[in-house]
């Protein structure tokens, strides 16, 4: 029987709606293994150290996933421009495996170091890269809800990970942390070879190699000056400053190349559109406040309040539940409205509140308090994780697609790295200060919840106290920065979303 023309049109449409479906579950897939792929390894790190040694490089472990990721998502993002999504898709998922695959199997700390680079270097492709394959597939109305989904399923991620690492350390050993997702890779590499449709490179693509090789270079400076500056380096030392001098030099010269180049990897022109601007500004800022949190709160669970590792982890859950919430609901709202900026301006104001409240922790505050910061936390974050890449989108060019979903990660990642870096700092000094006396200073790097219980208890509670003294001028900072990533979202110019 032979179907009529609108039987068939009909046919084709649900074809193609079944085939964008599956594209979707496996970019959720892909960036939920890329995402993960950059906590799990936080509470395998004592077992790996234990194993391998090299106590004194377990912060590059992580350092070197988060540089590589940083530099690899606009480069794989420009490379998804050029070459089509499915080709580089499959491609980062590759290297995320080799990556991997070398971590798993490395026999000494410097191996697994140099496996994190290059499985954050895919892992940082994978995260952009599947972001812009849902501005592929679905107009811009329709992409937001999508794009809301992702959000959470990032949000999920960054949770999920410690937990999953710290379960299978516990069932097995700690090489199974960097071979338990090769299942899920490989399967996501068959769906993708099924759901999307190939394309070929624009008509002669040129690769900008130079200005890829100098934003490599800016961004792992900056990295690296936010990661080492005050704690590995000290700031009066000139091998810091020769490394600010060598960034600021990349950074100089990758203007000027792409200013001059066809095909520039980062298209500085994009940064004269208002939403690419005001996003990435307001993303780096709220980077700042969700990676600093994430590193402090569980400090203060584990030592003032003697929850354990994996209680802390937990304890992280009401925040992601906010984080996932408020993102796929702000991607609701801009679905079925197509107006989207009254969202970041009225989460940036609510994650500013919840930070000048965590600003006041201490020993005495009830635990339903600092959960119900967490929760206000998690929904002061999540909006920024689907409405920023949903203007960007809706901004800029298709054929920018990829490098400018790209630029909304990147920021957000250099935010976290500098954020973290800042606090750190702020803490250190606090805590010196406030255990002046109190503890031996070559005690204070290794002050811990066992170290306290084991003092007297008449300086015992001193010394939480003066902790929980410290980790307030954290929280007032990040209050600050998200006051300012509020007052630089009103800057941001609605582009009412299309339909179709």
Same mark, same amino acid.
């Not at 329709?142 to 809301?148: L, P, T, Y």
């Not at 068959?190 to 759901?195: D, H, I, K, S, W």
């Not at 996003?279 to 354990?308: C, E, I």
């Not at 989207?340 to 308090?369: C, H």
């Given at each position: ?13 649900? !074809? ?13 897939? &892909?960036?939920?293994? $890329? ?7 936080? +509470?395998? #790190?004592?077992?790996? +150290?234990?194993? #391998? ?5 377990? !912060? /590059?472990?992580?350092?070197?996933? #988060? ?16 070459? %089509? ?5 499959? !491609? ?18 410097? *191996? ?7 499985? %954050? ?15 592929? #597939? ?14 959470? *399923?990032?949000?999920?991620? &960054? ?14 050993? /700690? ?16 769906? @993708? ?40 380096? %000290? ?11 060598? +960034? ?17 990897? @980062? ?17 780096? @800022?709220?980077? =700042? ?14 030592? *003032? ?28 709202? =801009? ?12 989460? &940036? ?9 965590? !600003? ?7 635990? /339903? ?33 990829? *490098?400018? +979903? ?8 250099? %935010? ?38 084991? @003092?007297?208890?008449?300086?015992? $509670? ?26 630089? &979202? ?11």
């Amino acid at each position: 029987m032979t179907a009529t023309p609108d039987a068939s049109d009909a046919l084709d449409d649900r !074809s193609f709606g079944a085939r964008r479906r599956l594209a979707v579950w496996a970019v959720c897939v &892909t960036l939920f293994v $890329a995402s993960t792929g950059q906590t799990i390894v936080s +509470t395998a #790190l004592p077992v790996i +150290t234990a194993d #391998l040694g090299g106590l004194n490089r377990i !912060s /590059w472990v992580v350092t070197a996933y #988060l540089l590589a990721s940083t530099v690899g998502a606009p480069v794989f993002g420009k490379l998804g421009d050029l070459f %089509g999504r499915k080709a580089v898709l499959q !491609s980062g998922l590759g290297v995320f495996t080799l990556g991997a695959l070398i971590c798993g199997a490395a026999p000494s700390m410097e *191996v697994l170091i140099a496996g994190r680079a290059v499985q %954050g270097l895919g892992g940082g492709g994978l995260i952009v890269v599947s972001m812009a394959v849902v501005a592929d #597939l679905y107009p811009a109305r329709e992409r937001s809800r999508v794009q809301g989904a992702l959000g959470g *399923v990032f949000g999920l991620s &960054t949770v999920v990970g410690p937990l999953v690492g710290g379960l299978i350390v516990d069932a097995a050993s /700690w090489h199974w942390v960097f071979f338990a997702n090769l299942p899920v890779v490989a399967l996501s590499f068959a769906v @993708l070879q099924v759901a999307l449709d190939a394309q070929g490179p624009r008509d002669r693509p040129r690769i900008d190699v130079a200005g890829a090789a100098l934003l490599a270079a800016a961004l792992s400076g900056l990295v690296l000056i936010a990661s080492l500056g005050g704690i590995e380096l %000290g700031w009066d030392d000139p091998a810091l400053w020769s490394l600010i001098a060598a +960034t600021l030099a990349a950074t100089a010269g990758f203007v000027a190349v792409e200013r001059r180049a066809a095909e520039p990897i @980062l298209p500085l022109s994009l940064f004269r559109l208002n939403a690419v601007a005001v996003v990435n500004g307001a993303g780096l @800022l709220v980077g =700042m406040a969700m990676f600093g949190t994430l590193t402090f709160l569980p400090l203060y669970l584990q030592v *003032v309040r003697g929850v354990s590792p994996m209680g802390s982890g937990l304890y992280l859950l009401p925040m992601m539940a906010g984080l996932i919430g408020a993102s796929m609901l702000a991607g609701r709202v =801009m679905a079925r409205t197509g107006r989207y900026k009254a969202l970041p301006v009225a989460s &940036t104001a609510l994650l500013a509140v919840a930070m000048l409240g965590l !600003s006041r922790i201490g020993p005495e505050m009830p635990l /339903w308090q600092v959960v119900a910061l967490m929760v206000a936390t998690g929904l002061g974050i999540g909006p920024m994780m689907s409405v920023g890449v949903a203007a960007i989108q809706n901004a800029v060019p298709q054929r920018f697609l990829g *490098v400018g +979903t790209a630029s909304a990660n990147m920021f957000r990642l250099i %935010g976290g790295s500098v954020g973290t870096s800042v606090f750190g700092a702020l803490f250190a000094a606090g805590l010196a200060r406030n255990l002046a006396g109190l503890v031996e200073g070559a005690g204070l790097g290794t002050i811990g919840r066992s170290a306290v219980m084991a @003092l007297p208890e008449a300086q015992r $509670a001193p010394v939480l106290a003066g902790f929980s003294e410290a980790l307030g001028p954290v929280f007032l900072t990040a209050a600050a920065i998200a006051a300012l990533a509020c007052a630089v &979202t009103l800057r941001l110019r609605e582009v009412p979303l299309a339909e179709g």
